[in-house]
């Protein structure tokens, strides 16, 4: 019997349970140095100078938009095709969130159409912007940035999709996803699905250390412990101040054990994607299947590989039934009811609902056998149009 092929999957190797049972044998099961060696890494395979670990994606979202000041008055804007979380941070700090549209090659923030939205009111309208290095194509962050400058905005890059991933600067030089050269602040999840899977888990990295400082604050409830310069008072050790409003977002040693181990087969795993992409884009060439291949200025890091079809719930229903469990992503986010409760509309965003008519994830893992992949190959071109 044909076992099931989903769009994505987890790799744990033996490495990765040693790992994890090595901490469960010691004395710290969270906030311990798991934690701290797990950013330090990170920080090195990103290229940033900071990173913060975190209890998920969504999570360093919020905290970012927290450490930005995010409130009431606040107005950010970021693209429709994105898990809602990239829109949702701004909704818990009180924000108001707008869409601008995608370009329809990349999938990602239009950056023409961001320069119109700003145009179109007066400077000092809205404080951010979060672009999406959407299914792993990276977002051009130095022309974002130059955008972003002009108009006295921030940025959140939000590279969950996309580490390993970068994309070549005016210079000739690659910039990697979150490396914190152009966006005040960038986050990652480690959800299984993920490059680097942890069950759970995300990171923040940037190079500006007071944002750096504002997020380990924030991470544990806001709290300042012994040692640190801004505690108002000192009773001794065991001392510490609640300063402001924060959350525990903390993330576990147990789980920066096993986030290490993975990132030690980030590369490798990143490579098998990349060989399954360039299969699926030569074979897909010249079909009804549409495919958006990069330019070759693009790392691109592959957590998803879509394809757009006529037929898309057919193929989708067809595929299942063959135990191949393609996934679509995304729903445009201004279509969600509760964005819709907000005053966006249908109609809005022209091309993201156009492209969403269409899309559909293909399975895309690094244990994809080519046995598989060749099944799913064999599969969308019977039943796509």
């Not at 940033?48 to 606040?74: D, I, P, Q, R």
């Amino acid at each position: 019997m044909r076992k099931a092929i989903p769009y994505g999957r987890q790799n744990i190797t033996a490495e990765d349970i040693q790992a994890v049972t090595e901490v469960l044998q010691h004395d710290y099961l969270t906030t311990g140095p798991k934690v701290n060696e797990f950013e330090t890494k990170f920080a090195e395979y990103i290229g940033s100078k900071y990173a913060v670990a975190v209890a998920n994606g969504t999570a360093a979202l919020h905290l970012c938009a927290m450490a930005l000041g995010v409130n009431e008055s606040s107005k950010v804007i970021t693209t429709p095709i994105t898990f809602s979380a990239s829109a949702n941070c701004v909704r818990y700090c009180g924000g108001q969130v707008e869409f601008s549209d995608i370009d329809r090659e990349t999938i990602t923030l239009d950056i023409n159409k961001l320069r119109e939205k700003l145009e179109a009111v007066p400077k000092g309208t809205y404080e951010g912007i979060i672009p999406v290095d959407f299914a792993g194509y990276p977002v051009n962050m130095e022309a974002f940035k130059t955008l972003a400058d002009e108009y006295g905005l921030w940025i959140i890059e939000d590279a969950c999709h996309a580490p390993g991933g970068w994309f070549t600067d005016s210079k000739g030089e690659k910039q990697h996803c979150g490396n914190g050269n152009f966006a005040d602040l960038a986050i990652f999840s480690f959800h299984p699905v993920k490059h680097i899977a942890c069950g759970e888990g995300g990171m923040i990295t940037t190079n500006d250390e007071a944002l750096y400082k504002k997020l380990l604050q924030l991470r544990s409830h806001g709290m300042v412990y012994q040692g640190d310069d801004k505690l108002v008072e000192n009773h001794g050790r065991w001392y510490m101040e609640l300063q402001e409003l924060g959350y525990n977002y903390r993330i576990p040693d147990i789980l920066c054990a096993l986030g290490i181990s993975q990132l030690a087969k980030a590369e490798k795993g990143l490579k098998r994607r990349r060989a399954i992409a360039k299969k699926y884009d030569e074979i897909f060439e010249n079909t009804n299947v549409r495919t958006h291949v990069p330019e070759v200025t693009v790392g691109h890091a592959y957590h998803l590989y879509v394809i757009e079809v006529s037929n898309r719930k057919e193929l989708y229903d067809a595929l299942r039934e063959q135990k191949i469990y393609a996934q679509i992503h995304y729903v445009p986010v201004h279509t969600m009811p509760y964005y819709k409760a907000l005053g966006n509309q249908k109609g809005d965003m022209p091309l993201s609902e156009d492209y969403y008519e269409g899309c559909i994830s293909l399975p895309m893992y690094p244990t994809l056998t080519d046995e598989e992949q060749d099944f799913v190959i064999e599969q969308v071109l019977k039943h796509s149009k």
